[in-house]
């Protein structure tokens, strides 16, 4: 079974300029995640979906940064202008519609580096 | 308040050796709890849960992990490690009191190196 499938798996790009994201979860399931991962401050979620729609958007770092779930196939993370401290790895997650005893699948994330 | 702990950055074990990454939790009631795997530059992999029944459970590779209600504790063992083992382990647990608003929390992780 194909996991949860993210683009691009490195991004190199200068200050300022627009980052886009990408994430396919497993098909079937209905809630998605966006995290990400730094050495200072670990593993943090960014914004949750269920069924295409924003749940919690509480850990997004400010105004720079959005996300969309136009289908149940697709998402996107953008930051429009990044900064160097967007530096991070980018995990998406998804889980099933089981309840909340089911485990979030992650994908292999995509290594941002802001120049 | 932080819901879920890993009391060690890190854990050295040699290889043949029992292992135990430690996890401790403070959200009342009757939690879910996983853990999770993190190899380099790779995502999470799910490796086991708690969700009510026995307090031992048995998840991938070997590993278990035993639920404590009365030290709220999730603690990871495998009998005997393998240098394969060597990873970043992560304890999370999921508030069910907290709806609506993501209640699955994750602890700082611990770096569990395997000697040969």
């Known amino acids: 079974d194909a996991g949860v499938i993210q683009s691009p798996r490195h991004e190199v790009t200068e200050m300022g300029q627009e980052v886009t994201l990408r994430c396919k979860p497993i098909?079937?399931?209905?809630?998605l995640f966006w995290y990400r991962q730094t050495m200072m401050r670990g593993l943090e979620l960014l914004i949750y979906f269920n069924n295409n729609v924003p749940i919690d958007d509480s850990g997004m770092p400010e105004d720079r940064f959005s996300a969309k779930m136009p289908n149940a196939s697709f998402s996107t993370l953008k930051i429009q202008p990044s900064e160097p401290r967007d530096s991070a790895v980018y995990f998406c997650?998804?889980?099933?519609?089981?309840?909340?005893?089911?485990?979030?699948?992650f994908g292999d994330g995509t290594r941002l580096s802001i120049l | 308040a932080q819901s879920v702990a890993q009391p060690e950055d890190q854990v050295n074990v040699a290889e043949g050796n029992p292992l135990t990454v430690k996890c401790t939790y403070s959200v009342s009631g009757n939690p879910y709890l996983f853990w999770y795997v993190q190899y380099p530059n790779r995502g999470l992999q799910f490796l086991l849960k708690y969700i009510t029944g026995d307090n031992l459970v048995k998840g991938s590779y070997g590993f278990e992990a035993e639920f404590n209600k009365s030290q709220t504790s999730f603690h990871l063992k495998k009998p005997s490690a393998l240098v394969s083992d060597s990873a970043l382990y992560f304890c999370?647990?999921?508030?069910?009191?907290?709806?609506?608003?993501?209640?699955?929390?994750f602890g700082t992780g611990t770096r569990l190196t395997v000697i040969p």
């Open positions: 997650a998804s889980s099933s519609s089981g309840g909340s005893n089911q485990p979030q699948h």
């Open positions: 098909s079937g399931h209905n809630s």
């Open positions: 999370a647990v999921r508030d069910l009191r907290q709806t609506g608003a993501n209640n699955l929390f």
